[in-house]
């Protein structure tokens, strides 16, 4: 079973600077099957990057994804207030990862 | 718009069942695969399996093996997912979610439905 590990834990970031969240997977996993995700508290995630870097419907250009093999990446160009929020990161439909909190500083 | 709709909270004896069920709308019901996701209080997001609701084919996580059943009723375009022999350690929030544009992600999700395991 691939395990995910996502950092780090918690981000603290003020509005305007640039995120990097990780996701580190125990063995290589194809990029069409990586996935990331974004959590409010209350609220069912929300699906923002398939296929590691293809942003899904209606989600700003601000998120993008990167990486291949057992490294990936999700960037928030410049956090906007409602970007504060968990982000998994997920493979092949199965596996999410433990989630990176984004806190505002 | 494509909405998924899910039943009401539960409150389950330990070594009982639930069936949680899901209710799609807004677009053809046996075109896209569900999957079950649940989340404990505080904790991250643990996915349970998948179904394709045109075949009724199933697949599980190793860990939900013999407890989980996810059936489908294509006239009224709902699935569910019935869990049993509860324990405590079962008391989450469980989400259906539709397969996405990339076949390996979960691009609609329903609401949620708490199930709280308890004597």
């Known amino acids: 079973e691939i395990v995910l590990t996502q950092s780090p834990g918690t981000l603290s970031l003020s509005p305007g600077e640039r995120a990097t969240l990780s996701c580190r997977a125990s063995q290589s996993v194809g990029s069409t099957y990586l996935a990331w995700y974004q959590q409010k508290p209350g609220q069912a995630p929300r699906l923002l990057i398939y296929?590691?870097?293809t942003r899904a419907t209606g989600i700003p250009d601000r998120f993008s994804g990167s990486g291949s093999g057992t490294d990936f990446t999700l960037t928030i160009s410049r956090l906007e207030p409602e970007d504060f929020a968990v982000y998994y990161c997920q493979q092949y439909g199965e596996t999410f990862g433990q989630g990176t909190k984004v806190e505002i500083k | 718009q494509v909405q998924l709709v899910q039943s009401g909270a539960e409150v389950k004896k330990p070594g009982a069942s639930v069936k949680v069920s899901c209710k799609a709308s807004?677009?053809?019901?046996?075109?896209?695969?569900f999957n079950w996701v649940r989340q404990a209080t505080g904790q991250g997001l643990e996915w349970m399996g998948w179904?394709?609701?045109?075949?009724?084919?199933?697949g599980y996580a190793q860990k939900f093996q013999g407890r989980v059943t996810m059936t489908r009723n294509t006239s009224i375009n709902t699935a569910y997912m019935e869990l049993s022999s509860l324990r405590s350690e079962d008391t989450a929030v469980y989400f259906c979610?539709?397969?996405?544009?990339?076949?390996?992600?979960?691009?609609?999700w329903g609401q949620g439905t708490l199930v709280t395991v308890s004597s």
């Open positions: 807004g677009y053809t019901f046996t075109s896209y695969h």
């Open positions: 179904m394709n609701p045109s075949s009724g084919n199933t």
């Open positions: 296929g590691a870097s």
């Open positions: 979610a539709r397969g996405g544009p990339g076949n390996w992600d979960f691009d609609y």
